[in-house]
């Protein structure tokens, strides 16, 4: 059974850097079949992919338009978890972030959500 | 992107009632699209994938339907627990992976 684990500060200053780490257990980050996602959620916005990793002998990173530029998500072997870094955050980036496992079909397994607030 | 649209935004039902519910893709997808459920306060779970396939665990009350552009999320019965809201999300087109708005399932 997949698990995964959240950590990361719940309040950031506006221009800052969003960090949010999803620790894995039951699977590996360097899978040959999983992608690893994070997914956030807001009134304003509903449920919105932002970007995943993945490993197919080499890592392969995909990020949504909508972020791309501001994104950084990063496998770590050596903890067997992955990243979140959001870059110049704006209240508009206020949301609940998930990590997600992508599996044959759909994602499958769900961190437990972080609350983000961007505020000073 | 894939514009996915659910019909209806809400809906109330009562216990033991059959509920249909819908999303349309902007484009055809083939059969790639996933159904979740959400409750308050929790992830969303996935109860459908590829259009079809009951994921593991998930009661057979659950099913889904269509193909294109055009799909359905069935439950026969509705349960208790049932009460929560449902997305679609289409893996069409991998990079640019988008989700429903979503429908409330209300009890009546």
């Known amino acids: 059974q997949v698990q995964l684990q959240q950590s990361g500060p719940g309040l950031v200053k506006p221009s800052q850097t969003l960090s949010l780490t999803c620790a894995i257990s039951g699977d590996s980050v360097s899978s040959n079949s999983a992608t690893w996602s994070w997914v956030r959620q807001s009134p304003s916005r509903g449920l919105e992919w932002l970007g995943r990793t993945s490993y197919r002998s080499t890592w392969y990173y995909v990020y949504a338009a909508s972020v791309k530029g501001r994104i950084t998500i990063d496998p770590d072997t050596s903890k067997n978890q992955f990243s979140l870094q959001l870059h110049s955050v704006t209240p508009e980036d206020t949301a609940i972030y998930y990590c997600?496992?992508?599996?044959?079909?759909?994602?499958?397994?769900w961190g437990q959500g972080t609350l983000v607030t961007v505020s000073s | 992107d894939i514009q996915m649209t659910q019909s209806p935004s809400s809906l109330s039902a009562s216990v033991g009632d059959r509920v249909i519910i819908t999303c349309r893709a902007s484009?055809?997808?083939?059969?790639?699209l996933n159904w979740y459920q959400q409750k308050p306060g929790k992830a969303p779970n996935l109860l459908i994938y590829?259009?079809?396939s009951l994921q593991s665990g998930v009661p057979p009350r659950f099913s889904g339907s269509g193909s294109g552009t055009d799909f359905t999320l069935t439950i026969s019965s509705l349960q208790p627990e049932d009460f929560a809201t449902y997305y679609c999300q289409q893996s069409y087109n991998t990079v640019r992976i988008t989700f429903g708005q979503g429908t409330r399932l209300e009890i009546k």
């Open positions: 590829g259009a079809s």
């Open positions: 484009q055809s997808i083939s059969s790639y």
């Open positions: 997600t496992r992508g599996a044959a079909g759909g994602f499958d397994s």
